[in-house]
């Protein structure tokens, strides 16, 4: 069986160093040294162990990708970047005909889907490639769409904490508000409580000093009307590997459609869990 060879996008970012260093490791790929980056990165190169990494800023990605192709003609891209660049990397990918997994929340998420769709390129997309979280989402969608307002008259409170880095509202967070919303709680984006700042983090939420430039901690509370009744759900994950390990298996999936001849589609991590 021949090595999925991939692309990593978004070095030196920590986030697409962690997955290019599972991807350097696992035998099932092949990790390409190139890595499409933002216009303020000034380094040239950056190191996966022992590999050196072009990274190549938005004014040099047409003329690499040239070269590129010169020696890899099929190869997934991912895509780890900055809120900023989804709608334009998207773009990219699919003026290209590179089929890309994107973790980067952020941007216009309708537009993307469309993007892809309207093209002969197809993509995993999801705010959250953690499998086990995903796994929760998926629950929380069967019960607003079975429980249409159940928890009409509760409050809720929503808490989630990020890296100081992380720019944007967590859209695992959003994703569950908007189930929430569905089970008869109105509530707004705006409404989430964000938290970067360290030592908030550190003293306040007890977050493990290691884990401060890598982690998310979630808090779902919801309140009865008369206050009788209280319900909790929490997901803290500290580090990093298990994206990682998620993007990898999306990785394998869209390499198995793309052989499969799919086109045009958008997959999601719920569409990787199931192996549809």
């Known amino acids: 069986m021949s090595r999925i060879k991939v692309m990593v996008n978004g070095m030196p970012g920590n986030m697409a160093a962690n997955v290019?260093?599972?991807?350097?490791?696992?035998s099932r790929f092949e990790?390409?040294?190139?890595?499409?980056?933002?216009?303020?990165?000034?380094?040239?190169?950056?190191?996966?162990?022992?590999?050196?990494?072009?990274?190549?800023?938005p004014e040099e990605r047409e003329v690499a990708l040239k070269e590129l192709?010169?020696?890899e003609s099929l190869f997934i891209s991912v895509d780890y970047t900055h809120p900023?660049?989804?709608?334009?990397?998207?773009?990219?990918?699919?003026?290209?005909s590179l089929p890309f997994v994107m973790g980067t929340t952020g941007g216009d998420r309708k537009k993307l889907e469309d993007t892809v769709t309207s093209s002969g390129t197809c993509a995993v997309i999801a705010p959250n490639m953690a499998k086990q979280i995903v796994g929760f989402q998926a629950m929380m969608e069967y019960a607003a769409k079975t429980f249409p307002n159940l928890f009409s008259g509760y409050t809720l409170t929503v808490k989630?904490?990020?890296?100081?880095?992380?720019?944007?509202?967590?859209?695992?967070?959003?994703?569950?508000?908007?189930?929430?919303?569905?089970?008869g709680i109105p509530f707004t984006e705006q409404q989430i409580i964000m938290e970067r700042d360290?030592?908030?983090?550190?003293?306040?939420?007890?977050i493990p000093e290691e884990f401060l430039k890598g982690h998310?901690?979630?808090?779902?509370?919801?309140?009865?009307?008369?206050?009788?009744a209280r319900f909790e759900f929490t997901h803290n994950i500290n580090g990093r590997d298990v994206y990682a390990k998620g993007t990898l298996d999306a990785i394998v999936f869209l390499n198995g459609r793309i052989?499969?001849?799919?086109?045009?589609?958008?997959?999601?991590?719920?569409?990787?869990?199931?192996?549809a």
């Open 160 to 183: 989630e904490s990020h890296q100081k880095g992380k720019a944007d509202t967590s859209g695992t967070a959003r994703a569950i508000v908007g189930y929430f919303n569905k089970l």
């Open 20 to 26: 290019a260093g599972h991807v350097l490791n696992d």
């Open 198 to 206: 360290p030592t908030n983090q550190k003293i306040k939420w007890g």
């Open 31 to 57: 990790l390409l040294p190139w890595s499409l980056t933002g216009p303020e990165i000034s380094e040239k190169e950056h190191k996966v162990a022992s590999l050196s990494i072009r990274l190549v800023p």
């Open 216 to 228: 998310g901690w979630h808090t779902y509370t919801l309140v009865s009307e008369d206050k009788t």
């Open 259 to 275: 052989d499969e001849g799919a086109k045009g589609k958008v997959f999601s991590m719920i569409d990787v869990l199931r192996g």
């Open 84 to 96: 900023s660049a989804v709608n334009t990397n998207a773009q990219f990918f699919c003026d290209n």
């Open 69 to 71: 192709k010169k020696k």
